[in-house]
């Protein structure tokens, strides 16, 4: 089994920052991909950033140029710039290992003034 643990999540006002991370542990042998997920209060949980290894990163468009993530060896990081009110989530890291699909418990974002 693997664990994810995610942290760094808070409330931020309007235009501020936050960096998540994502610490991924147990029987971890070789991570396809990581990545970061959100869902908003009444909508579905969507992806907003994941490395795939040896690939590339990719970025949901509502989040280009203003999320960065980032790997290392088994952690994960989002490190968000310009926050909207709509990037008010619970982020979920995900990471992919052969055939299975690891969540951790989230991290809620809270983007208000």
């Known amino acids: 089994q693997v664990q994810l643990v995610e942290s760094g999540g808070g409330l931020v006002q309007p235009g501020g920052s936050l960096r998540l991370s994502c610490a991924a542990s147990g029987s971890i042998v070789s991570i396809n991909r990581m990545a970061w997920y959100r869902q908003a209060p009444g909508k579905e949980r969507e992806l907003v950033a994941a490395?795939?290894?040896?690939?590339s990163t990719t970025y949901a468009d509502s989040v280009k140029g203003r999320f960065t993530m980032s790997r290392d060896k088994n952690e994960a990081f989002l490190q968000m710039n310009s926050l909207k009110p709509e990037d008010t989530a619970v982020y979920y890291c995900?990471?992919?290992?052969?055939?299975?699909?690891?969540w951790g418990k989230g991290t809620l974002v809270t983007v208000s003034s």
């Open positions: 490395i795939t290894t040896g690939v």
């Open positions: 995900n990471l992919r290992q052969s055939s299975s699909s690891y």
